[in-house]
């Protein structure tokens, strides 16, 4: 593949990427409209702590800003069936029509489900007229679920999809392998799984950062990696952009048409808005391949 066409490759992925916010975000949304694209997807993440109606209202407020929000919903913290079914209908009359449907590492005490694909064959997500759903995918597996299970509930809604008129795509955990990533698409599609991917991508931020949050999201040895391959552990306060991962799987996406991976996800430990307007260089082309051309940087 030639430099201009594994550029254009990387910039055919990245189109259309989705991005993530948390309930920390609000202070900045009125900013977003500046920066993100018209209509971009942007993931609301339920953290720990806080409540499912105020996810619902931050979600709404998003829409009301311009943009496709798609709420987690985390089945292992929702204490009722009519507790999700208050939210959903809630979302549904502000003209919300995705979410993100997670188990979630720990449980709330009496949780009302026990895993994601309990919640989906509720039917409550067609009952209120969403369209779309996107389920967890662990390219490095995940420690508190266990390789078995997370193995086991990725066939579950991989069949739940085929019956359901909802569209269904996996959207991953970050990672700092490429290899890890692509590998693991290609035994799940050995294993039967034909869901698209969503490939999530850890955004430009200091290698602190990085480190911190993949601990906390149990890839730390991927992270730890990926540190030394680059040669910032003597600067933790450097920034590292997912340039490097980004282009591994948009070369792979040309050399495989069948591939499965579909869009880019990011995670934005180093804030919104600089993670969007790295991403909005790299879709304009803003960006120069290194020597070797394993990955790039914007200008």
């Known amino acids: 593949m030639s430099p201009d066409e594994l550029k254009s490759a990387i910039i055919s992925y990245l189109d259309g990427y989705s991005i993530e916010a948390t309930p920390h975000d609000e202070k900045n949304f009125d900013s977003f409209p500046e920066t993100l694209p018209a209509g971009a997807s942007v993931y609301m993440a339920n953290l720990p702590g806080v409540p499912l109606d105020e996810i619902v209202r931050l979600t709404l407020r998003l829409k009301d ?32 029509r995705e979410a993100l449907v997670l188990g979630g590492d720990s449980a709330v005490q009496n949780a009302a489900f026990d895993s994601s694909l309990e919640v989906l064959e509720t039917g409550l997500f067609g009952q209120y007229g969403f369209t779309s759903v996107g389920v967890a ?15 086991q509930a990725l066939q579950g809604k991989n069949e739940f999809a085929k019956t359901s008129d909802l569209n269904v ?15 693991w698409e290609r035994e799940t599609t050995e294993a039967g799984i034909e869901l698209p991917i969503h490939a999530g991508f850890a955004g430009p931020a200091s290698v602190r950062q990085l480190v911190k949050f993949a601990m906390l ?24 952009a997912p340039d490097d991962m980004i282009t591994h ?51």
């Open 65 to 96: 800003l311009g943009f496709n929000p798609v709420p987690h919903i985390v089945s292992r913290k929702l204490e009722s069936r009519e507790q999700l079914e208050r939210a959903l209908e809630a979302l549904a009359n502000g003209g919300v």
């Open 169 to 183: 795509r996996i959207v991953t955990q970050f990672s700092f392998n490429p290899d890890a990533v692509t590998s």
């Open 217 to 240: 999201c149990g890839i730390g040895t991927s992270a730890r990696m990926a540190v030394s391959r680059s040669g910032a552990t003597a600067n933790l306060l450097r920034s590292q």
């Open 137 to 151: 995918g662990h390219p490095e597996g995940s420690k508190a679920i266990g390789e078995q299970r997370v193995a």
């Open 249 to 299: 799987i948009a070369r792979h996406r040309a050399s495989h048409p069948e591939s499965r991976f579909e869009k880019a996800h990011f995670f934005c430990f180093g804030g919104v808005v600089k993670t969007a307007k790295w991403a909005n260089s790299v879709v304009s082309g803003d960006f120069d391949m290194n020597r070797d051309a394993t990955g790039f940087e914007v200008r």
